[in-house]
Nanobody
Framework: QVQLVESGGGLVQAGGSLRLSCAAS????????MGWFRQAPGKEREFVAH????????YYADSVKGRFTISRDNAKNTVYLEMNSLKPEDTAVYCC??????????WGQGTHVTVSS
């Protein structure tokens, strides 16, 4: 069973930065495409970014493109989300997820990000 644990969330002012981490255990991390998702209060969960198993390809939601960067370190079984130029609308619970065969099958519990105006 793969376990994913996020960290790095917190309270930040608009325009600030945060770096989220997601540490994986219990599986072959380097096999997974890894993704970040977020869910704001009262809203549906939405895709933020993903990165393929070797970091060769990344993809971003339009709402974060140019501000967020996803990366991974397979030696540390960790995926990161660098978030810059944060906006109040980025406030959400951010979760990482691991995909096999095109489906996200493992999910973390999430870390809270609050951006104040």
């Amino acid at each position: 069973q793969v376990q994913l644990v996020e960290s790095g969330g917190g309270l930040v002012q608009a325009g600030g930065s945060l770096r989220l981490s997601c540490a994986a255990s219990g599986g072959s991390f380097s096999m997974f495409t890894m993704g970040w998702f977020r869910q704001a209060p009262g809203k549906e969960r939405e895709f933020v970014a993903h990165i393929t198993w070797n970091g060769g390809n990344t993809y971003y939601a339009d709402s974060v493109k140019g501000r967020f960067t996803i990366s991974r370190d397979n030696a540390k079984n960790t995926v990161y989300l660098e978030m810059n130029s944060l906006k109040p609308e980025d406030t959400a619970v951010y979760c990482c997820a691991a995909a096999l065969g095109g489906s996200y099958v493992y999910w973390g519990q999430g870390t809270h990000v609050t951006v104040s105006s």
